[in-house]
Structure formats: C-alpha cells, structure tokens
C-alpha cells in the first residue's frame, strides 16, 4: 500500500540531548513538501563529524536532532516540482547541496553550494523553516539537511544524488561522506601529482581515503600517522607506505616528518579535526611547494595558527568540504567507477 502522502511511522535514533546515548523512537515523518524528498534509508555509517555534533561541541548542534549524513536508500515519494528523482530511485543523500543555480554553483570555483545551507544548518526545511520530524507532536531537528539515522528522511531535492540502482547499497553508502571527502581532497584540492611524497595525519576513514587516493595518484610514498599503532595494519591495505607515531618520537612530529623526506613533504592531510596537528601538518610540508589540506573538523571557536614565515617560504594551507566533489552530479560518477572497478583517477 503506497505510503505517498501519508505521516510514516518509523524508527529513529534520536539524540535527545548532546554526550547522551542516542534512544531508538518510534518517529513520525511527514510528507515531502514542495522540492523536498522522503527517502527510505536502507543503510547508514558513521562519520566522527556526527560524534563531533553529538559531542555538543558543534554551535549547529540542535538538539533533540536526528543525526546521520553518510547513507544510501530509495526514494519513497517526492513533494511538488521534483523531477530528477521518484519513487524507487537508488539514491544518496548528500549533505552538500548542489543547485546549480547559485552564486557558488555557478562560480565553476567550489563545491559549497548556498541554497539550502541556512535550513540545514537551523535543522528545519527551506520550505517552511519546520522540521519533518517529530514525536508525538513535538519537532525533532533534522541534521545537515540529510539525518539518516532513521528509516525514513525528508531532504532537499538539492541534496538527493540519484545512483546505479545495480550498486549495493550497504556498500556506496560510504560514498555519502568519508570516501569522496579523502579521495576528493587528494584529486581536487591538492591535485597530487605522481612521484609526490605524502603524509596523512589520521587514518580514520577519511585518512584512508586519503592513503587510497594518494596512491591512485601515484605518490611515491604515503606517510600514515596516527596515535593508534593498530591503525598501521590496515592502513597498508590502503596504500601507507610507512607509519610514523608520534607517541614514539620526543622531537615534534613536524620535525620527524621532515627528517624522514629530505626536508618536508610534497602534501599533508589532516584527518582529524586537532588544531595542533594542523599546525604540524602545515610544518612538516616542504619549503618552496609544500601544501596542507585541512580535512578535519575542530570544535567550534577553536583558532589554528602558524608563524607567517612558514607561507611566506613558499607552503600552501588550504582546507576541503566532502573533497571538492560536486554532490548531485559527482557522487554517481564515483559509484560508476566503484562498480566498474576500474582506477578511481
Ligand atoms: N571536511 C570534510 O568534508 C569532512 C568530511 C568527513 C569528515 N571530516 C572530519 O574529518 C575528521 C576525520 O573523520 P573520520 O571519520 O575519519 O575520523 P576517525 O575518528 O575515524 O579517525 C580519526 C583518526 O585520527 C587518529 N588521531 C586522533 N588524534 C590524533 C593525533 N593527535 N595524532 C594522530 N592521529 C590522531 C585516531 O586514532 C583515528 O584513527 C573528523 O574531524 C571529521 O569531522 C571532514
Ligand atoms: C562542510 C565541511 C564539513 C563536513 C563534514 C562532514 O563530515
Ligand atoms: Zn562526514
Ligand atoms: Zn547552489
């Protein structure tokens, strides 16, 4: 029996307040309005940006939210004026947007996209500013525009990339975050060359991303490091050359770093979210060429800094959202190229 245009029951894990256990609800989710999409969420991952909301330490944390951005479902039904998805669509959610009508759509220079971000980031939809979540009456925030923790979501049609619906989806739901983000930071916004010598702080699944894509770019080395020796195993598996931990060094990682490569790395990569380690990564990189891309999310107010010599000697600091991948139109590509199997660059 269709469900299109119906109130769903359905189970969520909701965040009542931050740091506290999620609690599995029962959840009413109403209709798509106008430009929206209610999407049957068939699996979800985890990404550390989530706990770093749950964590409270996130300003655009409301709460009680639904969190989850990392997913894959099919299209349950859609709202007025939607006509790239309908039901049955393969699809997944994207929590960077991608109108293509925007300043920053069109400005053939980002990926961010701007028409939806205020929504999203206030936890309600564009279309009335009010949540299609709720429990017994009372509003429930959705989460980056995507909140699939759930078993049914209401998004944007802005934020819904429609895929191979051959593709497993307990498998390219990881193409909804982590993996475009370290592939796309290495491809896009570093654009590594082969024969590159790179280190990649953090070898979560964005740094292992990161590893994958270096060596798809063909860099001579990928230095993994990470706090956790029980990392490096699996690293290996992704493309890590050789492990640095920086438990095992007195002198500053930077500075370990550097002795390792003959002064300094080509890139770095910081997968972690620590303003710290941004500073070392940045100061690891080579004089002259060298350049950091900053991946991680640290906490809200938190303020990185380095001495101006360090940029005006040549290193370049930059930062990366979901990789620089355009969402609607680039998260099917990546799931083509997963399919066929073929060498992502
Ligand atoms: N910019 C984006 O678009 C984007 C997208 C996804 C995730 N993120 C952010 O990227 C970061 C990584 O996400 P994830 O899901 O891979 O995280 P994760 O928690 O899975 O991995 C983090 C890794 O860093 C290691 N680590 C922690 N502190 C360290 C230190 N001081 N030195 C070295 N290693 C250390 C941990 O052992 C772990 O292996 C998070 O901050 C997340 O919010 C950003
Ligand atoms: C928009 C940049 C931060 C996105 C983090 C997703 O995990
Ligand atoms: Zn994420
Ligand atoms: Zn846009």
Known sequence: MSTEGQ???????????????LVIEDVQVAPPQAGEVRIKILFTALCHTDAYTWSGKDPEGLFPCILGHEAAGIVESVGEGVTEVQPGDHVIPCYQAECRECKFCKSGKTNLCGKVRGATGAGVMMNDRKSRFSINGKPIYHFMGTSTFSQYTVVHD???????PQAPLDKVCLLGCGVPTGLGAVWNTAKVEPGSIVAV?????????????????????????????K?????????????????????????????????????SFECIGNVSVMRAALECCHKGWGTSVIVGVAASGQEISTRPFQLVTGRVWKGTAFGGFKSRSQVPWLVDKYMKKVNLM
């Open 231 to 267: 990392k490096f195993d699996r690293a290996k598996n992704f493309g890590v050359t050789e492990f640095v931990n920086p438990k095992d060094h007195d002198k500053p990682i930077q500075q370990v770093l550097v002795d390792l490569t003959d002064g300094g790395v080509d890139y």
């Open 201 to 229: 702080f953090g070898l979560g699944t964005v740094g292992l991303a990161v590893a994958e894509g270096a060596k798809a770019a063909g860099a001579s080395r990928v230095i993994g490091i990470d706090i956790d020796p």
């Open 158 to 164: 802005v934020s819904v990339a429609k895929i191979d």
């Open 7 to 21: 109130v769903i029951t359905c189970k969520a894990a909701v965040a009542w307040e931050p740091n506290k256990p």
